[in-house]
């Protein structure tokens, strides 16, 4: 099967950090416990995807192919397999401890796999599931803003969100707009980041190259409730305790390891900070890995329904090595809005 991988950490605009594959397929009659054999249409670049590509060198001889998000046909299922056919659409965000979706055939656990929605393309459908779940579970799993039969959760409170244009923040704004009361603040420093955020429904746009407190009381909010940092914590976090409100709760999803933060500025204000990891499910496989599978399809309802909508920002073209050098190079600069995606093969 086509397949693009790496044996050498590399960076992007080296020839040699992606390579086009031909790979032995996964046989359908190897699958076990519940896991799909899926036919990969289109797959989208994440921040993870650089990292580990940067980070992680392959074993010697042995390619290493990356890719989380992916949409994709059913073509087998393994027989403890329950909840998907052969021939269903399905989309999902995969596993950090498996091989990557950047491959034409994939093996994934169907308890972390949804069914695609019908009103996508496969190109902006592929755009959505890592951010998705990283987004649903920030805002409900780990902040703990509730959702009522009103759709009116958190009403009267406000949530900021840090780096609203990238991919999270594109979902999370549509997520706490659509489904609960939350006043919905979100970062952006350029006028097309900045429309982009207000098009999701943002309530308002303040710029982050600027100190984030004046202008947040400029809005009337002198303290935030919820605060998504989802970008650049370690340089935002001196600023988070003076801007938010008492017993507010803070979400993280970046790395700052090495940083100088200092959690004791939280202690204060009672402020909980909440790491949210979308792998830690399928990581360690938790009782509530399925949670994923029922996530994913509410979000499908949700597009369906034309409450949600996708964050393709660019399709590269097809899935190949110079396309995915592209990708991971656009995704690296810092400057992508939305997601960049890659549909069929060449």
């Known amino acids: ?28 009659a190897g699958l076990t416990g519940r896991d799909l054999l899926v036919r990969v249409l289109a797959v989208s670049v994440n921040p993870v995807d650089t990292k580990v590509r940067k980070n992680r060198a392959p074993q010697p001889g042995q390619p290493e192919v990356l890719g989380y998000d992916a949409v994709g046909i059913v073509e087998a299922t393994a027989p403890g397999a329950s909840l998907f056919r052969p021939g269903d659409r399905v989309w999902y965000a995969g596993s950090i401890t498996r091989s990557g979706t950047n491959a034409e055939l994939h093996v994934v656990d169907e308890r972390i796999v949804g069914p695609a929605p019908t009103s996508l393309s496969d190109a902006q459908a592929a755009a959505m599931p890592l951010t998705t779940i990283t987004a649903w579970e920030l805002l409900f799993d780990r902040l703990g803003v509730p959702r009522t039969a009103g759709q009116q959760g958190g009403a009267g409170r406000s949530l900021l969100v840090i780096g609203g244009a990238g991919g999270v923040g594109s979902v999370l704004i549509q997520l706490a707009r659509q489904l609960t009361g939350l006043q919905v603040i979100a970062t952006a420093s350029r006028p097309e980041t900045r429309d982009w ?14 100190p984030l407190a004046p202008q947040l009381q400029a809005l009337g909010h002198a303290g935030v409730h919820y605060v998504a940092s989802l970008t650049h914590t370690a340089h935002y976090f001196p600023q988070l305790s003076g801007l938010m409100a008492p017993q507010g709760h803070l979400g993280v999803i970046d790395d700052f390891a090495g940083s100088d933060i200092d959690v004791m500025q939280l202690k204060g204000k009672c402020i909980a900070l909440h790491w949210e990891m979308m792998f830690a499910r399928s990581m360690f496989e ?12 509410e979000a499908a309802r949700l597009v369906d329904a034309g409450r949600l909508r996708s964050t393709e920002g660019q399709v590269l073209g097809a899935i190949n090595a110079a396309n995915l050098r592209q990708a991971h190079a656009l995704v690296e600069s810092g400057r992508a809005k939305g997601k960049v995606v890659l549909a069929g093969w060449a």
Not at 12 to 18: A, G
Not at 197 to 210: E, F
Not at 286 to 297: E, G, K, R, S
Request: proline share 7%; net charge negative; charged share 15%.
């Open 1 to 28: 099967m086509k397949a693009v991988g790496y044996t050498q950490s590399l960076p992007s605009s080296d020839p040699r950090s992606l390579e086009d594959l031909q790979l032995p397929a996964p046989a359908a």
């Open 286 to 297: 938790t009782d509530d890995m399925v949670a994923q599978h029922h996530l994913l399809a």
């Open 197 to 210: 955020c207000l098009a999701l429904g943002a309530h308002a746009v303040i710029d982050h190259h600027q």
